[in-house]
Nanobody
Framework: QVQLVESGGGLVQAGGSLRLSCAASVSIFSFRAMGWYRQAPGKQRELVATIASGGSTNYADSVKGRFAISKDNARNTVYLQMNSLKPEDTAVYYC??????????WGQGTQVTVSS
């Protein structure tokens, strides 16, 4: 079992920045990939960004150039730096991990609200 603890959400004005963190209870070397997803009210959960074990990254078109995903192996933590935030970025953000074993885990979510 993997526990994922997210933090860093909050209320920010448009144009501002936030950094989300997701701390895993086990070594992230056991993860094939880690990622962030978000779900806005009335919408489906969507991919925001992923980072593979080797460090390659993937972003949704809507966040390219504004968001950056990174990981700290020593801290077993993945981050999402969010800059130039827009009201349409408002959502609950979820951390997700894929283990090499095929298991998949979700965090509890953290609310990000961007005011106009």
């Amino acid at each position: 079992q993997v526990q994922l603890v997210e933090s860093g959400g909050g209320l920010v004005q448009a144009g501002g920045s936030l950094r989300l963190s997701c701390a895993a209870s086990v070594s992230i070397f056991s993860f094939r990939a880690m990622g962030w997803y978000r779900q806005a009210p009335g919408k489906q959960r969507e991919l925001v960004a992923t980072i593979a074990s080797g460090g390659s990254t993937n972003y949704a078109d809507s966040v390219k150039g504004r968001f950056a995903i990174s990981k700290d192996n020593a801290r077993n933590t993945v981050y999402l730096q969010m800059n130039s935030l827009k009201p349409e970025d408002t959502a609950v953000y979820y951390c997700n991990v894929d283990k090499w074993s095929g298991e998949n885990y979700w965090g509890q979510g953290t609310q990000v609200t961007v005011s106009s």
